[in-house]
């Protein structure tokens, strides 16, 4: 049970911290004004944003199932400092 708790809480704070000013927040907020109705594009946020982790979660293992984990965290490391190259050349 320790490692469930270990894999949630690690997700929660990556992804409560890198999901803090994105263009998804910024649309939520944009749509809150536009309507003027919280409760409904909370709650379509909110389903939104769960299939598509959810996608990501399906796409995830079975990617897991073909790949060797540390072929992907290299991949993915690779990915972002190509990524985070690109943004800092103001190519993205």
Known sequence: MA?????????LGLLLLAELGDKTQLAVIAQ??????????????????????????LFGQALA???????????AAVAFVIMGVLIWANVL
């Open 32 to 57: 809150t004004c536009k309507y003027g109705q919280p409760l409904a594009v909370f709650l379509g946020a909110a389903l939104a944003l769960a299939l598509v982790t959810g996608l990501g979660v």
């Open 3 to 11: 490692a469930f708790w270990k894999a949630f809480l690690s997700t």
């Open 65 to 75: 199932t073909l790949v060797p984990e540390t072929i992907l965290r290299k991949a």
